[in-house]
Nanobody
Framework: QVQLVESGGGLVQPGGSLRLSCAASGRTLRSYTVAWFRQAPGKEREFVATINWSGISTSYADSVKGRFTISRDNAKNTVFLQMNSLKPEDTAIYYC????????????????WGQGAQVTVSS
């Protein structure tokens, strides 16, 4: 397994931006599919975005499409989630996760998880 640590969360006003980082250690992230999930209080964990090992293929939940961008820097062993035009309903704990399986998209497909980063969107 690879160890993952998220950073960059915080409090932001509606319409604002944040960039989350997911730094890996222990093993190179180069060969892994990486995804971001989020979990709001009282709700199930939901898929946000995923990126394949090369960074060429990405996928987004409809709720964030056009506002969030996932990217990766394999040389720095890090994956990013740029979040723009944030809404109060984006408030959640955001988790990054890594999978060695091609096409992984369900939480059950991922065997390495970070501890989570709180994102709060409020005026």
């Amino acid at each position: 397994q690879v160890q993952l640590v998220e950073s960059g969360g915080g409090l932001v006003q509606p319409g604002g931006s944040l960039r989350l980082s997911c730094a890996a250690s222990g093993r190179t992230l180069r060969s892994y599919t990486v995804a971001w999930f989020r979990q709001a209080p009282g709700k199930e964990r939901e898929f946000v975005a995923t990126i394949n090992w090369s960074g060429i293929s990405t996928s987004y939940a409809d709720s964030v499409k056009g506002r969030f961008t996932i990217s990766r820097d394999n040389a720095k062993n890090t994956v990013f989630l740029q979040m723009n035009s944030l809404k109060p309903e984006d408030t959640a704990i955001y988790y990054c996760a890594a999978s060695s399986s091609y096409g992984a998209i369900s939480p059950a497909d991922f065997d390495s998880w970070g501890q989570g980063a709180q994102v709060t969107v409020s005026s």
